[in-house]
C-alpha cells in the first residue's frame, strides 16, 4: 500500500511540473496582438545580411558621402518601425559586414525598404534577405536600449 501512495504521489508531482512548465502566467493578449505575436509569441521579420558590394570606387568623398547616407538611413529606417536590430560584424573572412532585421513580412518588402540605403545603391555594401522567425516582442528592446546608451549611435 505505501508503495502505491508513493507512485501516486510521484506521479502527481510530475504531473504538476509538466503542467507548470506549460502554464504561462504573464501573457498580455493586448501587448502580443499590438506586436503581431502569434501563439508563441514569435513573428515573421526578414534578416539582412549585409556584405562588401561589387563596387570598385576609390573616390574617398563618394564612400564617405555614401556611408554617412547608410547611417542617417539606419536612423530613418528605424523611426519608422522598419529597422528593428542592426549592427557591425567583426572583421571576418566572408566579406559580412552586419546585420538587419528588419520589420518586414516579406522578402519583396524587404527588397523596397534596403533599396533606400545609399551605400547599397552605390554598391559599396550588397545584401542578402532571409526570412526570419523571431520574438514578436523584439522592437521593444529600442525603448531600453535608449536608456542604457551614453551616446546614440544613430
Not at 28 to 51: E, F, P, T, W
Not at 53 to 70: Q, V, Y
Request: hydrophobic residues 45%.
Amino acid at each position: 500500500m505505501k508503495k502505491g501512495i508513493q507512485t501516486l504521489f510521484l506521479f502527481l508531482m510530475c504531473a504538476s511540473v509538466l503542467k507548470a512548465q506549460n502554464t504561462v502566467t504573464d501573457y498580455n493578449k493586448n501587448l502580443a496582438d499590438s506586436l503581431g505575436a502569434d501563439d508563441y509569441g514569435m513573428r515573421m521579420y526578414v534578416m539582412a545580411i549585409l556584405k562588401t558590394g561589387p563596387s570598385k570606387k576609390t573616390d574617398r568623398a563618394l564612400i564617405d558621402s555614401a556611408f554617412n547616407g547608410h547611417m542617417s538611413n539606419m536612423g530613418i529606417l528605424e523611426k519608422a518601425g522598419k529597422l528593428i536590430v542592426a549592427g557591425p560584424f567583426g572583421k571576418n573572412e566572408m566579406g559580412y559586414r552586419g546585420i538587419f532585421i528588419l520589420n518586414a513580412a516579406t522578402v519583396e518588402e524587404a527588397k523596397k525598404i534596403v533599396a533606400t540605403d545609399p551605400a547599397i545603391k552605390a554598391q559599396l555594401l550588397d545584401v542578402d534577405l532571409i526570412p526570419w522567425y523571431g520574438s514578436a516582442a523584439l522592437p521593444k528592446y529600442l525603448d531600453f536600449h535608449k536608456q542604457i546608451e551614453k551616446t546614440p549611435v544613430l
